[in-house]
């Protein structure tokens, strides 16, 4: 399966339909999970992925200011915004009461 926003072709498409179902849709015909284990996954690995680079391109900062970063870059805000970019919201499943 492939996300033409992304650029990126996805080799399980039962993993990537599972990333992309809200809870609310778990319940509808065809679902079989929903994202709130892949959720916390991705939170972790974006936290050390953005630790990693920050590190790496402002290795004078302190542990506070290199927080205060990662904390600007990994917000709901600019992790919207990023999705709403990738027109992510054309992929994602969600039930009734959510799509509202």
Not at 38 to 47: H, N, P, V
Not at 56 to 71: F, I, N, V
Not at 72 to 88: D, G, I, P, V
Request: no cysteine.
């Amino acid at each position: 399966m492939k996300l033409p926003s992304l650029g990126h072709s996805f080799k399980n498409s039962e993993l990537l339909a599972r990333a992309l179902t809200h809870p609310s849709a778990r319940t509808a015909p065809g679902t079989s999970g929903d994202n709130q284990q892949l959720e916390f996954l991705g939170d972790a690995i974006l936290q050390a992925s953005l630790s990693d680079l920050l590190i790496a391109t402002h290795p004078a900062s302190s542990e506070g200011e290199l927080t205060a970063m990662r904390a600007s870059l990994a917000n709901r805000h600019t992790l919207a915004e990023l999705a709403r970019e990738l027109k992510l919201a054309l992929f994602l499943r969600v039930g009734a009461d959510a799509a509202r």
